[in-house]
């Protein structure tokens, strides 16, 4: 069970992380941020950008034809089990 300290000590965190004394940032300034953010990001090279493309699709491919074959395998469990042989 948490102890009533330790949940006070993380609500003033986040009480600190919030606090902005109720000033607000410019459309202007947050842009300016934003740019200067984006200029951190170090940004894939063309051969990186396909290479992860091409190991996401055949994950893609791959967990598509497992699924595939999961519908499959269950779906002609479930027909043999309920269909049963009706010409009695």
Same mark, same amino acid.
């Given at each position: 069970?948490?102890?009533?300290?330790?949940?006070?000590?993380?609500?003033?965190?986040?009480?600190?992380?919030?606090?902005?004394?109720?000033?607000?940032?410019?459309?202007?300034?947050? *842009?300016?941020? &934003? /740019?200067?953010?984006?200029?951190? !990001?170090?940004?894939?090279?063309?051969?990186? @950008?396909?290479? *992860?493309?091409? &190991? /996401?699709?055949?994950?893609?491919? !791959?967990?598509?034809?497992?699924?595939?074959? @999961?519908?499959?395998?269950?779906?002609?469990?479930?027909?043999?089990?309920?269909?049963?042989?009706?010409?009695?």
């Amino acid at each position: 069970m948490a102890d009533v300290s330790d949940s006070s000590a993380v609500h003033e965190s986040r009480e600190d992380s919030r606090r902005d004394d109720g000033k607000r940032t410019s459309p202007a300034t947050f *842009y300016r941020q &934003v /740019v200067a953010e984006l200029r951190k !990001v170090v940004w894939p090279t063309q051969e990186q @950008l396909v290479t *992860y493309f091409l &190991v /996401v699709m055949v994950f893609v491919l !791959v967990m598509m034809a497992f699924v595939a074959a @999961l519908d499959l395998a269950f779906g002609k469990f479930a027909f043999a089990l309920f269909a049963g042989n009706s010409s009695q």
